[in-house]
């Protein structure tokens, strides 16, 4: 067995923050630059209670050859294993993690303000493409490089490093290049395709959740994605969302979110929209002017000042 000698000259210092710093192997690990399971085999030989994960789950180490084996031999997801044993997906992955367990990068775990960030794209021109009932992607293209890449950075790890690559396209308008970024699948776009699509003639279309709180974060993806701004003859300015594509269930539903959060709206129809209602949705002038002042703060693309 090859030993890595920076640990074990270090011995009585991952004792003491183990035991008495409450430090966990992950921690150390992270620190030791080793694996897990590394720290956890050492104070094991030196002699080391070795502490649950967790008092309230820890009747789950136990059960650790059994997720080991679920979750690399039959491939089972952290989801998956967790339903099994009555619990969240939180105490399996540290479970794993403990045990040196290398996690797959469908298995990522995503905060809050990710998922406001994938809410919000999903509002303007992010999709979510289920290949099959396990499989669903992530998929965003913008005129602007800066925009992707920003997404990239906030969702790290789920983008093959080649990406953003490039697609030159012909319109009636001209042409462009857009650049887009193509994710590894997650279990999490799985759950929000169901939240956030219906059927409709045959295919899916783009629905608000109903369980949808808006949030500055996703305000400011929403405006990054599908947001425009106008400058009227008398100098005012107009900001605008282009829902056209959404029913008008969801327009209002949208309206409802930017009315809580202290902006004034109004909607106006576009004709020749098949797919959806039509409906846009205006912020009146002292509301823009005040969205436009909470954005900045927000934004960090340059293209978009």
């Known amino acids: 067995m090859i030993r890595n000698q920076e ?74 294993i967790a339903d099994q044993y009555g619990t969240t997906t939180s105490p399996i992955k540290r479970w794993l993690q403990e045990a040196g367990v290398e996690l797959r990068p469908a298995d990522y775990t995503f905060t809050d303000e990710q998922i406001s960030v994938i809410q919000g794209e999903l509002l303007g021109d992010g999709c979510l493409y289920r290949r099959h009932e396990t499989a669903c992607h992530f998929k965003l293209e913008n005129t602007a490089k800066a925009h992707p890449e920003y997404v990239q950075t906030k969702l790290p790890k789920i983008f093959p490093e080649t990406q953003p690559y490039s697609n030159d396209r012909s319109t009636k308008w001209g042409d462009s290049t857009r650049w887009i970024i193509y994710s590894q699948r997650q279990e999490l776009f799985g759950q929000l395709h169901n939240e956030w699509y219906e059927c409709y003639d045959g295919q899916y279309r783009k629905v608000v959740s109903e369980g949808f709180d808006l ?49 004034d709206t109004y909607t106006a129809h576009a004709s020749h929209v098949e797919n959806g209602s039509g409906l846009a949705i205006y912020v009146s002038r002292e509301s823009s002017i005040k969205l436009l002042d909470r954005l900045a703060e927000k934004n960090p693309i340059k293209a978009y000042e």
């Not at 690990?29 to 720290?39: F, L, R």
């Not at 080391?48 to 650790?64: F, K, N, T």
């Open 7 to 80: 640990v074990d000259d270090d011995k009585e210092a991952i004792i003491r923050q183990y035991s008495a710093e409450d430090k966990s192997t992950v921690e150390l690990a992270e620190e030791y630059d080793v694996a897990p399971n590394t720290i956890r085999n050492r104070l094991k030989e030196w002699d080391v209670d070795i502490r649950s994960v967790g008092q309230r789950y820890g009747w789950l180490d136990d059960c650790l050859d059994d997720i080991i084996e679920q979750y690399v031999e039959q491939g089972n997801s952290l989801q998956t």
């Open 215 to 263: 949030d500055e974060t996703a305000m400011l993806h929403w405006y990054l994605g599908d947001g425009s701004l106008s400058q009227r003859a008398n100098g005012a300015y107009r900001l605008h969302f282009s829902t056209h594509g959404f029913p008008e269930a969801s327009v209002r539903r949208l309206q409802d979110q930017l009315d809580s959060l202290g902006y």
